[in-house]
């Protein structure tokens, strides 16, 4: 199970960071990261984190939030945070903690995932972004 916090109404330049916590042992070696889904706009993804038994590897982030967002997670695997800094309105969306154990070898080979690369997802949080 993924369980979100974080998240709610944010002026415009602002920041917010969301928290996804994993119940399970499955998940404390694996690809976690996050998704967005705007009104009326496909899911698109945001950043991810491996962690591998050898500790926590890379991170890789979606083009618009590049230098903006940065994610984290804790050595023990199985909570992840994702900093947004510089929030602007396009930012604002349902975000989704996601989970996977071979996800981030796809982001890493073809530059990029699609939803249905990740098999755990959480139930959503409403980020807004507003002035």
């Known amino acids: 199970e993924l369980v979100e916090s974080g998240g709610g109404s944010v002026e415009i330049g602002g920041s917010s960071t969301l928290t996804c916590e994993a119940h399970g042992v499955e998940f404390r070696s694996s690809c976690m990261g996050w998704f967005r889904q705007a009104p009326g706009k496909e899911r698109e993804a945001v950043a991810a984190i491996y962690k591998g038994y050898q500790g926590v590897g890379e991170s890789y982030y979606g083009d618009s939030v590049k230098g903006r967002f940065t994610i984290s997670r804790h050595t023990e695997g199985n909570v992840v945070n994702l900093q947004m800094l510089r929030l602007q309105p396009e930012d604002t969306g349902t975000y989704y903690c996601?989970?996977?154990?071979?996800?981030?070898?796809?982001?890493?080979?073809?530059?990029?995932?699609?939803?249905?690369?990740?098999?755990?997802w959480g139930q959503g949080i409403q980020v807004t972004v507003s002035s």
């Open positions: 996601v989970a996977d154990p071979t996800a981030c070898g796809v982001w890493y080979a073809q530059g990029f995932v699609f939803s249905a690369d990740f098999r755990h």
